[in-house]
C-alpha cells in the first residue's frame, strides 16, 4: 500500500466550471506530482512540489493550478475545464526527487462534457 | 530530450513461458529506472527500481537488469501466470541538466498470459 489515496475517484463536469482533485499522502513523502493519462500520449507531468508551497510546472501546466498546504496534501485545479481536459490523473510521491521509488494513486478519471 | 522506447508493444503467451519485456532509453544521464505494472483503470504499481549504479535487482518472479551505457533495460518474468496479464511501464529519472529529476514513461507493454 502506497498510503495515496485521490478524490474523487470519479467526475464528470461541463465545460468552464472549476474541478478540484484532491491528493492525500500518509507517508511523509517530501515529493508529490500531477500526471495526466491519455492513450497514445502515455503519462504526461502537469505539475510537481517538492515542498509545502513549493511547487514547479511540468510538461503540460497550462491549464492547470496546484497549492500544497500541507506535507500530505497536493490539490489539482482546473480553473475553467475543456473537453480537452478530459483524462485520467495520476498523484504520485517520492521520498526525493532523484533516486527516492515513485509511488502512484489509484487515479481520478475526468470527464469534461 | 529523453526518449523511451518499450518493445514488444503487446505480448501473449500461455500460462508457464518465460519472458521478456524491453525498455531502451536515448539518454544514459539518469538516475535510475523503475518498472511499473498498471491493471485496467488502476493505478500504477512499483515493480522494481534499479540504480544507475546497479546492474539488476529481483523481486519473487522478476528481475529486471540495466545496461546504463547501451540505454537499456529489461525486465525478466519467470513462470508466467494469468494473474500477470497487465500492462509494464518502464520509466528513467533523468539525472543533472535542467530537467532535474524528470521521469520520461515508455508507452508499455500490454502482456496477456492465456491459461
Known amino acids: 500500500d502506497a498510503g495515496i489515496t485521490q478524490s474523487p475517484r470519479h467526475k464528470v463536469t461541463e465545460t468552464g466550471t472549476p474541478v478540484t482533485l484532491r491528493c492525500h499522502q500518509t507517508e511523509n513523502h517530501r515529493y508529490m506530482y500531477w500526471y495526466r493519462q491519455d492513450p497514445g500520449h502515455g503519462l504526461r507531468l502537469i505539475h510537481y512540489?517538492?515542498?509545502?508551497?513549493?511547487?514547479d510546472k511540468g510538461e503540460v501546466s497550462d491549464g492547470y493550478s496546484v497549492s500544497r498546504s500541507k506535507t500530505e496534501d497536493f490539490l489539482l485545479t482546473l480553473e475553467s475545464a475543456t473537453s480537452s481536459q478530459t483524462s485520467v490523473y495520476f498523484c504520485a510521491a517520492s521520498l526525493s526527487l532523484d533516486t527516492g521509488e515513485l509511488f502512484f494513486g489509484e487515479g481520478s478519471r475526468l470527464t469534461v462534457l | 530530450k529523453q526518449e523511451v522506447t518499450q518493445i514488444p508493444a503487446a505480448l501473449s503467451v500461455p500460462e508457464g513461458e518465460n519472458l521478456v519485456l524491453n525498455c531502451s532509453f536515448t539518454?544514459?544521464?539518469?538516475?535510475?529506472l523503475q518498472w511499473f505494472r498498471q491493471d485496467p483503470g488502476k493505478g500504477l504499481t512499483s515493480l522494481l527500481l534499479i540504480q544507475s549504479s546497479q546492474r539488476e535487482q529481483t523481486s519473487g518472479r522478476l528481475n529486471a537488469s540495466l545496461d546504463k551505457s547501451s540505454g537499456r533495460s529489461t525486465l525478466y518474468i519467470a513462470a508466467s501466470q494469468p494473474g500477470d496479464s497487465a500492462t509494464y511501464l518502464c520509466?528513467?529519472?533523468?539525472?543533472?541538466?535542467?530537467?532535474?529529476?524528470?521521469?520520461?514513461f515508455g508507452q508499455g507493454t500490454i502482456l496477456t498470459v492465456h491459461p
Open positions: 520509466a528513467v529519472r533523468k539525472a543533472g541538466g535542467t530537467s532535474y529529476g524528470k521521469l520520461t
Open positions: 539518454d544514459s544521464a539518469i538516475y535510475n
Open positions: 512540489s517538492y515542498g509545502v508551497k513549493d511547487t
